[in-house]
């Protein structure tokens, strides 16, 4: 039975590597298989039981041998390098489809990458995207100071693939290790947790939410490894009390570098986790409650176990702690630091979580709706249901902050902002399987049978590297692909004199023909600004400092800490949907009216320089 799990545990890297129009279909598939299996198993289990004896259980029989136990390490290492070498390769087509296609918009893969190169070369967290000034923080913005792990994988990797690349290596990387936790509970007694380790192996590997993190292209997917690192030390609190008494100290200590760094991956982290705790504070205060109710009536009502009472006094020493810094990170994100320096360049989170959206964006959803996506959440990790309460009741408060939230994506826990429930859901998952809760194999299927119909009925998982871009002529795409080539080679150059259309022969990248000096390449970053449009962005050499297009009226502030600062567009390059032509032609007013200097034309694109800024 185990290799039956193993093999369903590569359905979704299986379907990383294969054609779009197959996965439907073979999803579908999957799920009628288990729906049949769950059917099976339960007519089988319950005429074992009408034929066994009144106290003989059922449970587990004939799933894990000596054997299969033997075996299974082995599986789960194969199962965990296919996912690693299909989902790189998933990874790769993805980032290169949707940057043929000239999807990678401005205001997030652009602006964030821009943000951790920015970090790479000593300048901080300045944004020209997120910034009204196009100087101003993103901190104020998103107070995430712990999106810095990424900026070696942006500085390292050149032509903006940075980003992709370290975003997808923290969702593989979390995903192994988050599976080779539960192993390493699981096989401290195969018998009694085999079940439930098998059913966590199969929807982590399949998981709907967790894929839609790691496919982001987004910082949030880093929650996954210091969510991790959090919950892992948080469940050592027990193993204190029975260690030399100077080892709580070291303990709570590497307990708060724990939660600090989980806290600074967004500066609402700390509100998921408070509300995450929030059933077990009200199970400890009713607990102790009910202990001081016996003893002031003096009832023979024992007190309890040693190993209970060490329990209970670990929890309440680690909660005190885990408050105690979620509280004074919470009050300084949210009172304390709006109110050092000037904040007012930037765009304030909290506007952002009050703005309006276009009706195409909306989605009405309900009741129902909110109810099914909820049922979904728990079931994406196992937890029997609703076995375990408590994390049932913290993951529906944290989820509570989705359904009454204004914002689309946010509500339906969409692409990124699955960030504040995925570690809850995966650490909930390891305490269900070390719990005492029991399952039979035909409730096993049952779990997995929901999430493969789940996963068949949403085609955005995988999504499909094969992307249609709204720029359909594709006579246009390979002239401003082209044109791109030549538009780095006079962005990394001075010129001594402007020129005027298309040069007579083509420039050789490794030998540019134009007449120019090239810079200093220490310099470069810190002094070649680019305002760029917005779909143009990803192609701009990252040894420059991109703005966007919409910022030159910010141009003669900025301009001043740059070299020589450059404009590029292509006016008739563009989804009139998101940006009119029109639009694009006003800011090229603005540059004439600048006294730009018009530089170089190609087929579809356009180069111009700001005049030096004193």
């Known amino acids: 039975m185990v290799y039956l799990f193993f ?31 769950t059917i099976l198993n339960f007519w089988k289990e319950k005429k074992t039981k009408s034929e066994a004896k009144p106290n003989h259980s059922t449970t587990n029989i004939g799933l894990l041998s000596d054997k299969q136990i033997t075996i299974l390490p082995y599986l789960l290492f194969a199962s965990c390098i296919f996912f690693f070498i299909t989902s790189t390769y998933h990874a790769f087509h993805l980032t290169k489809s949707l940057a043929d296609a000239f999807l990678f918009q401005d205001a997030d893969y652009i602006g964030i990458s821009d943000i951790l190169l920015s970090i790479s070369r000593g300048e901080g967290f300045t944004s020209g995207y997120y910034s009204e000034s196009g100087e101003g923080s993103y901190l104020s913005h998103h107070f995430a100071p712990g999106m810095v792990v990424l900026s070696p994988l942006v500085s390292l990797i050149p032509n903006r693939w940075g980003l992709a690349a370290g975003v997808f290596l923290v969702y593989q990387l979390g995903t192994i290790l988050w599976l080779f936790w539960a192993y390493q509970i699981t096989k401290k007694n195969f018998k009694e947790f085999g079940v439930k380790f098998l059913v966590f192996w199969v929807l982590v590997t399949n998981q709907l939410y967790l894929y839609r993190l790691g496919s982001s292209f987004h910082f949030e997917v880093l929650v996954l490894i210091f969510g991790l690192f959090f919950f892992y030390i948080w469940e050592q609190r027990e193993k204190i009390q029975k260690v030399p008494l100077c080892s709580p100290w070291i303990y709570h200590s590497v307990l708060a570098l724990a939660i600090v760094l989980y806290l600074s991956q967004k500066e609402d982290i700390g509100i998921y986790l408070f509300l995450f705790f929030l059933p077990t504070v009200f199970g400890i205060s009713y607990n102790l409650w009910k202990k001081k109710k016996y003893e002031n009536r003096d009832l023979q009502q024992p007190s309890g176990s040693a190993r209970d009472n060490s329990q209970e006094k670990a929890n309440i020493q680690s909660l005190t702690l885990v408050f105690s810094i979620v509280f004074v990170w919470l009050g300084f994100v949210f009172f304390l630091y709006p109110t050092l320096g000037d904040h007012s360049e930037s765009i304030i989170w909290t506007k952002v979580l009050t703005q309006e959206y276009h009706s195409a964006f ?87 049978t929901c999430l493969f119909w789940k996963n068949s009925l949403d085609q955005n998982v995988p999504l499909d590297h094969k992307i249609e871009s709204p720029w359909k002529n594709p006579t246009i795409q390979m002239e401003i692909q082209s044109d791109l080539k030549e538009v780095n080679l006079i962005l990394l150059s001075t010129h001594k004199g402007p ?8 420039p050789n990248p490794k030998n540019p023909t134009y007449p120019n000096e090239p810079l200093d390449h220490k310099e470069k970053a810190n002094r070649i600004f680019v305002f760029a449009q917005y779909n143009l962005s990803f192609y701009i050499t990252d040894k420059t400092t991109t703005y966007p297009l919409e910022q030159i009226k910010n141009s003669s502030s900025i301009c001043k800490k740059a070299n020589v600062c450059y404009v590029v567009i ?24 600048q006294k730009g200097v018009f530089v170089w034309k190609g087929k579809k694109i356009e180069v111009w320089k700001l005049p030096p800024m004193n």
């Open 7 to 37: 093999l369903l545990s590569l359905v979704s890297p299986f379907l990383f590597i294969s054609p779009k129009n197959f996965h439907a279909p073979f999803q579908k598939g999957v799920f009628l298989f288990l729906f049949f299996l």
């Open 362 to 448: 909306k989605q009405v959803t309900g009741a129902k709706k909110s109810l099914q996506i909820f049922l979904e959440l728990i079931i994406s990790v196992g937890l029997g249901i609703f076995q375990m309460i408590p994390e049932v009741i913290g993951i529906g408060l944290i989820y509570a902050t989705h359904v009454f939230s204004s914002r689309p994506w946010h509500h339906e826990v969409y692409t990124y902002y699955s960030y504040s429930l995925v570690p809850f859901l995966l650490y909930s998952g390891i305490l269900w399987i070390r719990s005492e809760k029991k399952i039979n194999l035909s409730f096993a299927f049952l779990i997995l």
């Open 499 to 506: 020129i005027f259309g298309e040069p007579k022969e083509k």
């Open 570 to 593: 292509a006016p008739e390059f563009t989804d009139e949907f998101l940006w009119p032509k029109s639009r694009i032609l006003e800011y090229k007013n603005e540059l004439e009216t």
